[in-house]
């Protein structure tokens, strides 16, 4: 059964700091980093309900209305395939890169 979400997107406030680090802190280190996209992390329950592919289009958006041509990222292999998805490239990949276990994957996604 889907799930419809509502998205809201607002300016970060501090007030929000503890959420966002326990956020973080519950995606790390499995999911590992995105450079260029200031981490994309959801609560592990939400995950697969469409939160990160509006924040995904909400970055390529953002990326676009800057005039960026490229968004660069740097990722793991248990988020890569998310990336790929909206078509970013791997440009490289580091066994171990991230920790043991975690590799890095360097991707573009050319917009």
């Known amino acids: 059964m889907s799930m419809l979400v509502t ?22 280190p499995e999911y590992g980093a995105r450079t260029a996209l200031c981490w994309i992390v959801l609560e592990p329950q939400s995950q697969g309900a469409g939160i990160g592919s509006a924040m995904m289009k909400r970055a390529m958006s953002s ?3 800057s005039r960026s041509s490229v968004i660069e990222i740097s990722t793991s292999q248990k988020s890569a395939p998310v990336f790929a998805k909206f ?6 990949i580091a066994k171990d890169g991230w920790d043991f276990g975690l590799d890095r994957i360097d991707m573009e996604l050319y917009l």
């Open 7 to 28: 998205v809201l997107f607002r300016p970060y406030s501090i007030a929000d700091r503890e959420d966002c680090l326990a956020i973080f802190d519950a995606n790390s």
């Open 63 to 65: 990326a676009r209305a």
């Open 87 to 92: 078509g970013a490239d791997t440009k490289a």
